[in-house]
């Protein structure tokens, strides 16, 4: 072991030494010092890498896995000594033997040349953890996966390399990605963490591989657990370390704030005195010394000082920059200075060795407020030193080897957890005491015995120093009550603590700066807490000293933000089994949540004689107090939460302990009403409350669960117990009673003038444990401590009495902000707050029952109503004056609550079932009003009913409806269960957040809608009660008080307010609780009982009063329901009421009743024989009523049938008809009598559809058209042909199509629009539909005429456009110059439709028609293939397509005008002629025929030229293919897979002849090969030629339309019926029937035999048109966009199994869900920091028009545009169980499943090329400032916020399914309320604004716009056109890495594409705000 020992010596030698090595002795310039700090890292790792592998032997062992990167060992240039490594001028930068990179596990799975299995076993293998748990600490950026299933709680998650999707199928997992406030590390492994048992994917990966040769078995021998050797090196080397980074920062006071000022001050005062030696003593003192240190001889005012400037949270970035350049730093870039302090923590501002010159930037620096230090170089050094060692510490852990990891973290584990002993600790190490006591004595008074903890210094001998430890004095009399100020506590005076390194390093995490502080944190939280042996005693280590670092926190921190207690409680205490230690070892517990309290009880004050929480009123700019009282609140919260025995909290001990905590907040916040002058600035005091008082209940909840979910292991006593100390809480408050009628003691208290709180915690838990035993048993209990229980109850009803006082708005001059507090009370179920002081007060009406009026008269004395009962204050002169009426409501509604609300006293069977019954109420609440989406239902619905989804479903399920969603955007929604609504109260507690009388209209509306009716006010509410037989025993009497004579007198009073002053505000609630008090006394005493005060006091006088009332102020319902009431009173109490009602208005007018009620059927007077025959009469009336009902149905939905005779003849009579003609209204000016000619929008675009064929592919030509499918086992193109083409339509000027909205404009009308608005004509948005587009289109109107007989012609003579001309109306002299005008002005915008053309020699306006017919025939070409997508193609394509069909005619009649006023175009300059390989259309074939039908030359009709093409073009198909035969067992295989598909097409001996007589094969010999391969070449043949016939009869369509103006003319050629009569053909049917219609021959054979004789007869020397030679195949498949996985989650959880195209590779790009997919090409793409990623891909790779990419990570689809530069954002076409759509989707880990009818819907809006209109539909206005700035400022920093389109409202049921493109988009213009304005999505970067000179916000955003581009196209140059005054400000800061992560440089020279990290340095920013105070965050 003397190696092991002379290694230490050694080392601590050399770390303590450090300042005397000549390169690091003397200060530098900063250039120097960047280069200082790269050889000072060398340094330390090349040491330390060296002393653990036992002076470098190792080293090619360890690094071994450099070898992949293609290194060999001499390149790795490890030290050979110690000489070598301490020689540092000699280092040269890129010799690094232990840089690396690592590997991703994905990484090759990405690229299609290294996918394979054994490629990624072996990347995953570097992640292997066998042995032990992961504990990888997770990376910004970096995904993390959790299972609801599996894991034990939220915290549990995964790292990608662990996440196995196999133990997760059909599990809830989702994602999140790493921020620096959502972190943590890796549990696989731990098995606490899961409840199943997992299977690492990197352990499996690594199973799977055995490649390991003989360095790599040495490696796992050399680094083996048991090799004693290497272990004691490690620990050696390890604990000189951590000792030696201990010392230093024993000795580094400085940074404590309770130093920094002191030390600041003293300086100045002795610099300013001239007292030289006295400071340089001071500074002596302060400096790092060690044994080398302190024999220096220089001194102090010599040596070297640097000025370090700390981090801190009250300065911002601007204030910071100033504040450092007044300390005048030696960095002229200031600005980068400040972005290292804010991301490292700390910088240094200076250096020097003239310290005068030096300490004036030091004082200068701090006079601004910042914190800096006066730090000596050779100290500096070794802080450096020590962050470098931390550092080393990182990259050790991410070494890849498992064998060293599982050593290395065991050693590291053991070395942190043991004390430091004696021969470790250096003898000349110091305490800091003597230097305090020295020069700051007063911060350690002797008689302290906290002294050291209160400066945060250690005790002495390097000691833990004694913590503010309280604990309850455990006398019996101590722990038998609970006080109102304080239990009497003890403090001990000693305590023992393990004083190990790890508690040291804890104790001083104040000190380090932020990069050391988190890169410690980061190093000793995941080793430890990820470590089955030191966990434990991690946590052991960490409960000891959370006094200290609670403290420390709360006062002594200068970044509090930083603490690691955050972390540590994370990963520790919620450890089950931690925590269970913590609870039954000693008083752990206890002392946690004394130093909770301790921190509060510092702002605590006594309150008449209670003590309780008062806000910080002190200065606090770091505010570490709020992060104090969030981080203990939480924790203790944490700790409740993970223990499964609820008896450990019943204990007295620990119960007053919590209690303590809890009831500082009760009634800690108090409010006053206000009066006089409203208030100008209100109060904003309440937050702090708010926001604790919360946390406070959250852990009453914790507490009130574990005891429901653990019921039957509560020991009675122990809850008994808990009960009593409690009620000596509560009941032993000093009260003021006042008398009232002279017998009845009342409290004496008036809210709405006495500071009154609403808030009480204690109360919300005294009422949930009340609830946990019987009624008789807690009054048994209660009364023994109280003998009043209003003393209790009274402050409930003072915060129900408070809040109902704001409401009605008699607190308005408080503010808004009581009204908001009060919402949060009464409506927030989370708190359960407002329900408990409803069970309170119920509990003082049963328990209190002996003097049942003095609870009714303190209730009314405390509603402040007293005075109104007694008769001392008239309805309107109360204290609320007008708001009476309205206080009265909530009076009432209050006294129905207290009658009806009895869920605290039933009985249920289980835990599980209560829940059950709860989540059922609340799903029916929320329900009610309207159907809800699921997410939106969970947010109505209370969490902790929402925790187990599986009941929360099963809830769901039982009292809804599930209804899918229909639209592209909409999600699915639930409905209530329409026999559900007659359960509903709308008085009840579960509905307090809505308005009595809408939600009784709507319950009302359904009821009716089920009994068929339209008399609402004759639907009858009924109170909802609870029967007492499923209640506790003693609740019979909770209604007694309504009936007894008091409150009875307050119902009469109350209905006799309502008669003498009109007023109907309350009676509606009244009514219904009369109902409610009448149907509860049925419950006690019997169906016919009545209540005896309600007969005695004439309350069926005032019910029959309001009933015969004619006031306006009743509404029909309320009259209704009082005589209602009224007749169930006489029907249980005939004799009594009719006598009371003769009393009260005379006989007269009680028979006038009885005879009216008799009208309605109702027999007041009729025995019971005679009321059964009555209501078996109602019975039979209501079946005949509802066979009258289905009879008339049944009429209904045959009324055709009945009517057709009738229709005949009356079509018969109507033979004239009259024609309607197309709408030629303006849409601009309305006008449709204009001279002015119309044009229609256009957009004029590339398409994508158009791919080339291949006749010998089978896939293409043998998969039948059954409509839209996704094969989901083929993600993404293969076939670099079809990505080629993409690429070609998106520049080939021959693939354009044209869409419109075909909305009419008068040509001047658009001038002065595009004019007005600023657009150009080639590009501007439809003034109606707001469609973008790009070009316009001249109409014209075309008379009326017979076109069927025109069309029969029309096949057989010969046809051009001529035959069009003579159609339209004729010009007059005008119009056809404005008409010529028109088209040179408009061709010349628009280059003629395709500049290039326009540039050949001899072009005119008139060839422009040789463009135009080129794309309106891709125009008929994407009709059809867009159709392909349909169910039956072939029935449907020529229907239901009306606006497609328009914008065909208009197209063709602007080609008519163009001929008729221009002229007709040159054919033979034929622009698109195929040449030099150069394909410029697929569709050739087609081109040629409709080029030929109308500018050929040659006279011809249309059947002879689709005859002649078919004819070539078959021959050429036959040809082609019967020459490439194959071998015969390629034969077979294709026609197997052909026939596997359905769509082989076998001939008989006819057809093959013919086919072998246009083309024979003869090395086809066998009968059985050559059948299947002519039946092959037939399939081919049918497949390739059916979408020319199609087009062909669209072609015709189009002309029959233009003939057809009327519309009504069917579609008949030859007597068939095109559109109706072609339905179920076979394809070989259905291809003979078009070539029979449309070409001289009956079918495809004769078409073969005798059409091709008839050519040939014509002669060889006919010249063939080139359009017709070497015709180019098109696809004749269906096109679509790619294939998506099935579930979207796959992409996400399994990327491993998807095999996705890269654009390029992507440095960690596997680590990243920042990837979007094309849908397009199927291409994967990576955000890039400058967000241009789709535009990119789309310009270089991809069809660059526009695009739609999926966006997995947030279930989106983007849709873009490329001009101008738009984006759209849509859900995903997934929906997940609950028929959920986007984030809400996925944010559960519910798994999304692929729609296929939203999906396809998105297809048609691709193929259509309606992608562009549809962005700018949504887009609207924004769209316009797209348009308007063409690209040019937006392309510098594309920052606006992406537009996305939201769900239509949910209560749209009868929104239309999809169907066709003419309908609706299925989008709304506002947001909705589930998409977040907030997130930190990466797509959704800061906005651009524009400053003026003044650098205010300027006006005129679009009017800047039209001037730079009237300046540009003046002539002028972008720098000339942008005005002077005019300056665009993005981010200052947009690309620069604050986070200065390590790497992220090198990605950026190597030109990787990295995620944008400055919107989570936003998004951190923002967290840190609290309080409501404005945040500074960190610079």
């Known amino acids: 072991m003397s190696d092991v020992s002379d290694n230490t010596k050694d080392l601590n030698s050399i770390l303590q030494s450090l300042h005397d090595i000549p390169y690091l002795k003397s200060s530098r310039n900063p250039t ?184 790599e078995e040495d490696l796992e021998a050399i680094f083996d657990t048991n090799n004693k050797i290497i272990r004691s090196l490690m620990v050696s080397t390890l604990s000189t370390v951590f000792d030696y980074f201990i010392d230093m920062f024993n000795q580094n006071i400085e940074p404590l704030p309770v130093f920094t000022k002191e030390i600041t001050l003293k300086l100045r005062e002795l610099t300013q005195q001239g007292k030289i030696d006295e400071r340089s003593q001071l500074l002596k003192d302060l400096a790092y010394s060690n044994k080398f240190l302190n024999n220096q001889e220089i001194p102090v005012e010599e040596r070297d000082y640097t000025v370090m400037i700390y981090n801190d949270e009250y300065h911002n970035y601007s204030q910071a920059t100033m504040a450092l350049r007044q300390g005048v730093p030696d960095n002229v870039h200031t600005d980068l200075l400040t972005s290292k302090i804010d991301s490292e923590g700390r910088a240094m501002l200076k250096c020097s060795n003239d310290l005068t010159n030096l300490i004036e930037g030091f004082f200068a620096v701090q006079t601004n407020g910042l914190s800096a230090t006066l730090t000596t170089w050779s100290e500096y050094i070794h802080q450096e030193a020590c962050k470098y060692i931390i550092i080393w510490l990182s990259h050790c852990l991410s070494l890849p080897n498992a064998k060293f990891q599982t050593l290395f973290r065991d050693v590291l584990g053991e070395v942190l957890c043991q004390p430091r002993t004696e021969p470790t600790i250096d003898s000349n190490s110091r305490d800091m005491i003597s230097v305090v006591e020295t020069h700051f004595k007063k911060n350690l008074p002797d008689n302290n015995p906290y002294k050291f903890i209160d400066v945060s210094i250690f005790a002495p001998n390097l000691q833990i120093p004694l913590g503010h430890h309280s604990l309850l004095n455990p006398t019996e009399d101590n722990l038998n009550h609970i006080s109102n100020l304080s239990n009497a506590i003890v403090k001990p005076t000693t305590r023992t603590y393990s004083n190990t390194r790890l508690q040291h390093l804890l104790y001083m995490d104040n000190r380090y700066w932020k990069r050391l502080r988190k890169d410690l944190q980061n190093v000793i939280i995941p080793t430890l807490a990820s470590s089955i042996i030191y966990k434990p005693i991690f946590c052991q280590q960490v409960v000891e000293i959370f006094n200290h670092i609670t403290r420390s926190i709360t006062y002594m921190d200068r970044e509090p933000q930083l603490t690691a207690l955050r972390e540590c409680v994370v990963q520790l205490f919620t450890c089950p089994t931690n925590a269970k230690w913590i609870f039954q070892n000693g008083t752990h517990f206890i002392d946690i949540v004394w130093s909770v309290i301790d921190v509060f009880m510092e702002f605590c004050k006594i309150e008449n004689g209670t003590l309780i929480w008062q806000r910080v009123q002190v200065s606090n700019l770091t505010k570490s107090y709020t992060i104090s009282f969030k981080q203990g609140l939480y924790t203790v919260e944490t700790l409740l939460s993970k223990i499964s025995d609820p008896n450990i909290l019943l204990r007295r001990m620990e119960f007053i302990t919590v209690m303590t905590l809890c009831k500082i907040f009760n009634g800690a916040w108090k409010i006053k009403r206000k009066e006089g002058e409203h208030v100008i600035h209100e109060d904003q005091h309440f937050i702090p409350y708010l926001e604790y008082t919360t946390s406070i209940y959250g852990i009453i909840q914790t507490l009130e669960k574990l005891l429901e979910n653990n019921k ?113 009370y009464k409506n927030n179920p989370e708190l359960n707050s407002y329900s408990r002081d409803i069970h309170l007060n119920q509990l003082a009406l049963l328990w209190e029952k002996d003097d049942t009026p003095r609870v009714i008269y303190n209730m009314l004395d405390r509603w402040e109503l007293l005075d109104w009962f007694n008769g001392d204050a008239e309805y309107n002169k109360t204290v609320y004056q007008d708001k009476v009426s309205l206080i009265f409501q909530q009076f009432i509604a209050f006294t129905y609550q207290l009658l009806t609300e009895r869920q605290f006293f039933k009985s249920f069977a289980s835990s599980e079932e209560r829940i059950l019954s709860q989540i059922k109420n609340a799903i029916i609440y929320s329900l009610y009003s309207k159907p809800l989406s699921y997410s939106k239902l969970l947010r109505s619905v209370p969490d902790y009913l929402t925790e187990d989804s599986t009941l929360f479903d099963s809830a769901l399920s039982e009292v809804s409806i599930f209804v899918e969603p229909k639209g592209l955007a909409d999600n699915g929604i639930f409905k209530l269960k329409e026999s559900l609504f007659s359960k509903i109260d709308p008085l009840k507690l579960s509905n307090l957040g809505n308005e009595f009388e809408s939600s009784s209209a709507i319950i009302k509306a359904h009821i009716a809608k089920q009994k068929k009716t339209t008399d609402l006010p004759s639907i009858i509410l009924q109170p909802q009660i609870t029967p007492v037989k499923h209640l506790d025993k003693d609740t019979q009497n909770l209604g007694n008080f309504t009936r007894s004579s008091v409150f009875t007198k307050v119902i009469y009073k109350l209905l006799q307010a309502c008669l003498d002053n009109e007023d109907g505000t309350f009676l509606n609630e009244l009514l219904h609780l009369i109902h409610g008090i ?403 259309n697929q569709n050739q074939v087609f081109q040629y025929i409709t080029k030929e039908c109308l500018f050929s030359t040659a006279k011809r009709s249309i059947r002879d030229i689709i005859t002649e093409t078919l004819i070539r073009y078959c021959n050429q198909i036959l040809t082609d293919f019967i020459s490439q035969a194959g071998s015969s067992s390629q034969i077979k295989e294709n026609y197997e897979k052909v026939r596997a598909s359905g769509e082989i097409y076998d001939i008989n001996i006819e057809m093959l002849e013919t086919l072998k007589s246009v083309q024979n094969n003869d090395m086809v010999n066998e009968n059985e090969e050559a059948t299947m391969f002519y039946n092959l070449a037939y399939t081919c043949l049918l497949s390739n030629i059916l979408p020319t016939l199609r087009r062909c009869l669209i072609l015709i369509k189009v002309f029959h339309e233009l003939l057809n103006e009327s519309g009504e003319a069917p579609f008949i050629i030859e007597g068939i019926d095109i559109e109706n009569d072609l339905v179920g053909y076979s394809t070989p049917e259905y291809i003979d029937t078009l070539i029979s219609l449309l070409t001289y021959h009956r079918s495809l054979k004769e078409l073969l035999t005798i059409g091709t004789k008839a050519l040939e007869a014509m002669g060889s020397d006919r010249e063939i048109d080139p359009y017709l030679q070497n015709i180019p195949y098109e696809y004749c498949g269906i096109v679509k966009m790619v294939d998506l996985a099935k579930y979207l989650n796959t992409y996400i959880t399994n990327t491993r199994d998807i095999k996705l195209r890269e654009e390029q590779p992507t440095k960690n790009g596997s680590n990243r869900l920042d990837f979007r997919i094309c849908l397009t090409c199927g291409v994967k793409i990576h955000l890039r920091a400058d967000h241009h990623e789709m535009s990119r891909h789309l310009a270089k790779n991809c069809f660059k028009s526009f695009g739609a990419f999926l966006i997995p990570n947030t279930s989106e689809v983007c849709l873009y545009l490329g001009h101008p530069p738009s984006t759209v954002f849509i859900s995903a076409p997934y929906l997940n169980s609950h028929g959920e759509v986007g984030r809400n989707a996925m944010k559960r880990g519910d798994l999304t499943t692929l729609n296929i009818k939203r999906y396809e819907y998105l297809n048609k809006l691709w193929i259509n090329n309606e992608i562009p209109g549809y962005i700018s539909r949504v887009m609207g206005d924004e769209f316009r400032v797209s348009i308007l700035s063409n690209g040019f400022v937006f392309a510098l920093n594309r920052n606006a916020r992406p537009r996305r389109v939201p769900a239509p409202d949910e209560d749209e049921e009868d929104e239309d399914d999809f169907n066709d493109d003419e309908g609706d988009e299925f989008y709304v213009d506002e947001d909705d309320a589930d998409f977040d304005p907030d997130n930190d999505n990466p797509n959704q970067p800061p906005n651009l604004r524009l400053f003026g000179e003044d650098g205010n916000a300027m006006g005129g955003f679009l009017e800047m716009f039209e001037n730079f581009r009237d300046a540009l196209e003046g002539g002028a140059t972008t720098e000339q056109a942008i005005p002077p005054q005019f300056q665009f400000f993005g981010p200052r800061f947009d690309n620069f890495n604050f986070t200065n992560q390590e790497g992220t440089q090198e990605d950026e020279e190597e030109g990787n594409e990295t995620t944008n990290e400055n919107d989570q340095d936003h998004s951190g920013q923002d967290n840190n705000e609290s309080d409501g105070e404005e945040s500074h965050g960190s610079w």
Request: aromatic share 10%.
């Open 32 to 215: 120097e010092r960047a280069k200082m700090d790269h050889a000072l890292k060398k340094l330390i790792f090349s040491l330390l890498y060296y002393s653990i592998t036992n002076k470098g032997q190792n080293l090619s062992n360890l690094f071994h896995f450099r070898l992949d990167e293609g290194l060999t060992i001499d390149d790795l240039k490890f030290p050979a000594s110690l000489d070598e490594i301490m020689d540092m001028e000699n280092y040269s930068k890129g010799d690094e033997f232990y840089k690396f990179k690592i590997a991703t596990a994905t990484a090759s799975a990405d690229a299609d040349s290294a996918s394979s299995p054994e490629s990624e076993s072996k990347i995953l293998k570097r992640f292997n953890h066998m042995g032990r748990n992961c504990g990888k600490k997770f990376k910004l950026g970096e995904p993390l996966y959790r299972c609801k299933e599996c894991g034990f709680d939220d915290t549990c998650v995964l790292c990608i390399h662990c996440f196995n999707p196999k133990d997760h199928e059909n599990h809830h997992v989702y994602t999140d990605i790493c921020t620096d406030f959502t972190s943590g590390i890796c549990d696989c492994g731990d098995q606490e963490a899961w409840h199943a048992q997992l299977h690492c994917k990197a352990e499996l990966a690594s199973a799977s591989v055995d490649t390991a040769d003989d360095m």
């Open 712 to 824: 039957t292991m509560i020991n009675k006593e122990l809850l008994g117990n808990s009960i009593h100390l409690l009620n000596t809480l509560l009941s032993h408050k000093s009260l003021v009673y006042k008398l009232v009628y002279d017998s009845h003691e009342i409290v004496k208290f008036t809210v709405s003038n006495e500071r009154v709180s609403y808030m009480n915690p204690i109360h919300t838990l005294f009422s949930f444990l009340i609830e946990k035993i019987s009624l008789e048993d807690a009054r048994r209990i209660v009364s023994k401590e109280c003998d009043d229980f209003l003393k209790i109850s009274d402050f409930s009803l003072r915060s129900v009495v408070l809040c109902s006082q704001i409401y009605v708005g008699f607190w308005v001059r408080n503010g808004a902000s009581v009204l908001h507090q009060a919402s949060y």
């Open 1078 to 1480: 009448f149907k509860d006394d049925e419950l006690i005493n019997g169906k016919n009982s009545l209540p005896e005060t309600y007969i005695s006091k004439p309350i069926c006088a005032l019910l029959l009063s309001i009933a015969n009332s004619k006031s306006e102020a009743f509404s029909e319902h309320i009259l209704k329901k009082a005589d209602y009431l009224l007749q169930e009173m006489i029907l249980k109490k005939p004799e009594e009421i009719f006598e009371s009602l003769v009393n009260s208005f005379g006989q007269d007018l009680v028979d006038e009743y009885k005879a009216k009620k008799l009208n309605q059927g109702v027999n007041l007077e009729e025995n019971e024989k005679e009321r059964k025959r009555r209501l078996a009469k109602k019975r039979q009336a209501k079946l005949m009523a509802k066979f009258n009902s289905q009879q008339n149905k049944f009429m209904k939905e045959n009324e055709e049938e009945f009517e057709k005779e009738q229709s005949a003849e009356t079509d018969s009579l109507n033979s004239d008809k009259v024609l309607n003609y197309e709408d030629f209204t303006c849409s601009l000016c309305q006008d449709d009598t204009s001279e002015d000619f119309f044009i229609i929008p256009t957009y004029h675009e590339h398409s994508p559809i158009f791919r080339q064929g291949d006749i010998y592919n089978v896939d293409e030509y043998g998969r039948p058209w059954n409509g839209f499918t996704n094969d989901d086992q083929n993600l993404t193109y293969i076939n670099d042909t079809d990505l080629e083409n993409l690429k070609t339509d998106g520049f080939r000027g021959s693939r354009k199509v044209f869409v419109s909205c075909n909305h009419h404009i008068h040509y001047n009308c658009f001038k002065r629009y595009i004019q007005k608005k600023g657009f150009l004509s080639t590009g501007f948005i439809c003034p109606l539909c707001q469609t973008f587009s790009n070009s316009i289109v001249p109409v014209w109107c075309i008379p009326k005429i017979d076109p069927q007989p025109y069309l029969d012609n029309l096949l057989k003579e010969e046809i051009s456009v001529d035959s069009f001309i003579h159609i339209l109306r004729e010009f007059s002299s005008d119009e056809f110059h404005s008409v010529y005008d028109f088209f040179e002005d408009v061709f010349t915008d628009y280059q003629s439709f395709d500049k290039r053309v326009r540039k050949i020699d001899g072009f005119t306006v008139a060839d422009t028609a040789l463009v135009l017919i080129n794309h309106w025939t891709n125009t008929i070409s994407m009709l059809e293939i867009s159709s392909r997508l349909d169910v039956s193609p072939n029935e449907s394509f020529l229907k239901n397509r009306e606006q497609k069909y328009k914008t065909l005619k208009n197209v063709l009649i602007c080609m008519v005008l163009l001929a008729s006023s221009i002229g007709k175009p040159n054919v033979t300059l034929s622009p698109y002629v195929n040449q030099k390989s150069v394909i410029w």
